[in-house]
Structures are given as structure tokens and as C-alpha cells.
């Protein structure tokens, strides 16, 4: 059992670059969450999903997109990188119900952009 | 003023030492409590959940006061391996994405 995987580890982009960041998780879940993180904000919803084929924005969309074609994946697009998007990026993934709150995560995509 | 704020640290503690960390909310219809630890470049992962009776699971305890609006956890007999951030985690209104992690505090304990 891996739980959460995220791929890349580490990325650096140049402003104006794409990228999609890749996250499975194999224990069946059908939340799936992208956070990121970063000094003294603490982690910051960007996008979350309740099922395969449904996504919504959270706290802090702008900038990024995401899809979810099937249910272990969860896939986190930067159409146009910018310096501001340098950060920690979690992607995490609970069951519905009570036990959503706790929330099983990656071990993180640390990005820098140029 | 931030919908959940903790105190950053570092709390640097002798091995043994009992520690606490506060961790206040501003929104009084927040429903659900939790404690996630997170080491140093790794992902956070739940500690505990925190419940309105308080609970304990073996060295820790975090406990909930709703009228002062704040969750506490406290560690006694202080490990190395206790060393870590932790985080605050407050649902407010319901719904998984009204969850608001806290900036998280730093704990070092030292031989």
C-alpha cells in the first residue's frame, strides 16, 4: 500500500512555463485535495475534488488547474508558471463522511519558478 | 485577525519536560478540532482529533475550550522524536473545504 504519491519530488520552472504535478493515492478514496504551502501561511486549499469526473476551487485557485479523470488520480496544471507560485505543493486525499477530516497526504512537490 | 493562529516558536524543551501549545480560532461556529504533526520537509499527518470532553492518547492530551475560542495539546515526558510542527486544524462551518490549517508550532526537544 503507497497511500498518497506525488510526481515530480522537484521541479524548477522558468516564468511562462507549464507543468501538471501527479497525485495517486490506492486506498479508495474519493476526496482528493491540492494544498500548497508556504512560509508562515500554513497550507492553502487550491483545488479539491469529491469524485471522479467532479472538481471545485478552493481558497486559491487563480493561476491553476486541475482534473480528475479517474479516481486514484488527481492532476494539478500550472498553464503559466510564475514566481509566485514557488512553493510546497501537498496533494492529500480522505474518505467521505466524519472521517474527511483526516486527511492522508503526499510527501509534497517542492516547485520554484524563475 | 487570522481565522486560526498558533504561536510559531520554536519551543526549545529539555528531554522529559511537559509542553503546551494554544492554538486560537475566530469563528465560534467552528465545528471540529484536530492536531496534525508535521516533520521538517515531510507531510503533515494527523496527531488527534480533539474532542469537547477533551482526550488523551498516551502522552498527549489536547483538550477544547469553545468559550475562549482556542484547542490546546499538551506532551508530557518530552521525546527527541516529539521534535516536529505542529499544526492546528479547524473545520468551521462544515464541509471538507472549509478546513483552515494554522501556520503550525515548532517544537525542539534537546537532550
Known amino acids: 500500500n503507497a497511500g498518497v504519491t506525488q510526481t515530480p519530488k522537484f521541479r524548477v520552472l522558468k516564468t511562462g512555463q507549464s507543468m501538471t504535478l501527479l497525485c495517486a493515492q490506492d486506498?479508495?478514496?474519493?476526496?482528493m485535495y491540492w494544498y500548497r504551502q508556504d512560509p508562515g501561511m500554513g497550507l492553502r486549499l487550491i483545488h479539491y475534488s469529491v469524485g471522479e469526473g467532479t472538481t471545485a476551487k478552493g481558497e486559491v485557485p487563480d493561476g491553476y488547474n486541475v482534473s480528475r479523470l479517474k479516481k486514484q488520480n488527481f492532476l494539478l496544471g500550472l498553464e503559466s508558471a510564475a514566481p509566485s507560485q514557488t512553493s510546497v505543493y501537498f496533494c492529500?486525499?480522505?474518505?467521505?463522511?466524519?472521517?474527511?477530516?483526516?486527511?492522508?497526504f503526499g510527501p509534497g512537490t517542492r516547485l520554484t519558478v524563475t | 485577525r487570522k481565522e486560526v493562529e498558533q504561536d510559531p516558536g520554536p519551543f526549545n524543551v529539555p528531554e522529559g519536560a511537559t509542553v503546551a501549545f494554544n492554538c486560537t480560532y475566530s469563528n465560534s461556529a467552528s465545528q471540529s478540532f484536530f492536531w496534525y504533526r508535521q516533520d521538517c520537509r515531510k507531510e503533515p499527518k494527523l496527531l488527534m482529533s480533539v474532542y469537547s470532553s477533551g482526550n488523551e492518547d498516551g502522552r498527549f492530551t489536547a483538550q477544547l475550550n469553545r468559550a475562549s475560542q482556542y484547542i490546546s495539546l499538551l506532551i508530557r515526558d518530552s521525546k527527541l522524536s516529539d521534535s516536529a510542527t505542529y499544526l492546528c486544524v479547524v473545520n468551521h462551518s462544515g464541509g471538507y473545504q472549509k478546513v483552515t490549517f494554522g501556520t503550525g508550532t515548532k517544537l525542539q526537544v534537546i537532550p
Open positions: 486506498m479508495n478514496h474519493e476526496y
Open positions: 492529500a486525499s480522505s474518505y467521505p463522511g466524519l472521517a474527511v477530516y483526516e486527511q492522508y
